[in-house]
């Protein structure tokens, strides 16, 4: 079992930077494969970015890269989203979520509560 909490969302101006945290709950981080996710308002649930249980494979989706890294500390049980000269079509909740394997990038199993970015023009 895990529990996920995320952090680091806010308001922000386009172009700024925001770095998003997702404390993980468990004795077993390391056993999990970890993801973002964002939902726009009104919008379904969009998978974002995805990384393997040993912090390796990291993946985000082709028109984010180059802006969003995704990264996992095993040692300290957080996952982190890198978010680089930020738009305003960024703005909406994101949330991170866990997993034990393929399912990672489709229907994760574990999620968290979700924390609000902004983007301002």
């Known amino acids: 079992q895990i529990q996920l909490v995320e952090s680091g969302g806010g308001l922000v101006q386009a172009g700024d930077s925001l770095r998003l945290s997702c404390k993980a709950i468990?004795?077993?981080?390391?056993?999990?494969?970890m993801a973002w996710f964002r939902q726009h308002q009104g919008k379904q649930r969009e998978f974002v970015a995805s990384?393997?249980?040993?912090?390796?494979?990291?993946y985000v989706v082709g028109p984010l890269e180059g802006r969003f890294t995704i990264s996992k500390d095993n040692d300290m049980n957080i996952m982190y989203l890198q978010m680089n000269n930020l738009e305003p079509s960024d703005t909406a909740v994101y949330y991170c979520?866990?997993?034990?394997?393929?399912?990672?990038?489709?229907?994760?199993?574990?999620w968290g509560q979700g924390t609000q970015v902004t983007v301002s023009s």
């Open positions: 468990t004795r077993t981080f390391s056993a999990y494969f």
């Open positions: 979520a866990a997993d034990w394997g393929a399912r990672i990038r489709q229907a994760p199993e574990f």
């Open positions: 990384i393997g249980w040993g912090g390796n494979t990291p």
